[in-house]
Nanobody
Framework: QVQLVESGGGLVQAGGSLRLSCAASGRSFNTFAWFRQAPGKEREFVAGISWSGSITYYADSVKGRFTITKDNAKNTVYLQMNSLKPEDTAVYYC????????????????WGQGTQVTVSS
């Protein structure tokens, strides 16, 4: 059974940091990504990473503030979020797929349950 389990969300003040984790089990994946969905908005791509970790992509809105990494030994992906802003408030989802990184939500077959990140001003 394939599972993606996120953790690390919470409430933080603007300018603060959080690190999200996504532990995968059940199979290996070529690509992991983080998406987020704010109330009343569509789910959007945040960051993606290849299996080797050598290829990463970021949304323009988080570039320079967020960093995606992975630990293949633990089959875990991380999203380090620094300089958080109130507009980063959303439910953050981990996603995975067997092929190359895309920014398209529908391209991902596997999803975690989501973790809430709230940034207060």
């Amino acid at each position: 059974q394939v599972q993606l389990v996120e953790s690390g969300g919470g409430l933080v003040q603007a300018g603060g940091s959080l690190r999200l984790s996504c532990a995968a089990s059940g199979r290996s994946f070529n690509t992991f990504a983080w998406f987020r969905q704010a109330p009343g908005k569509e789910r959007e791509f945040v960051a993606g990473i290849s299996w080797s970790g050598s290829i990463t992509y970021y949304a323009d809105s988080v570039k320079g503030r967020f960093t995606i990494t992975k630990d293949n030994a633990k089959n875990t992906v991380y999203l380090q979020m620094n300089s958080l802003k109130p507009e980063d408030t959303a439910v953050y989802y981990c996603a995975a797929r067997a092929w190359a990184i895309t920014r398209v939500t529908d391209d991902y077959n596997y999803w975690g349950q989501g973790t809430q990140v709230t940034v207060s001003s």
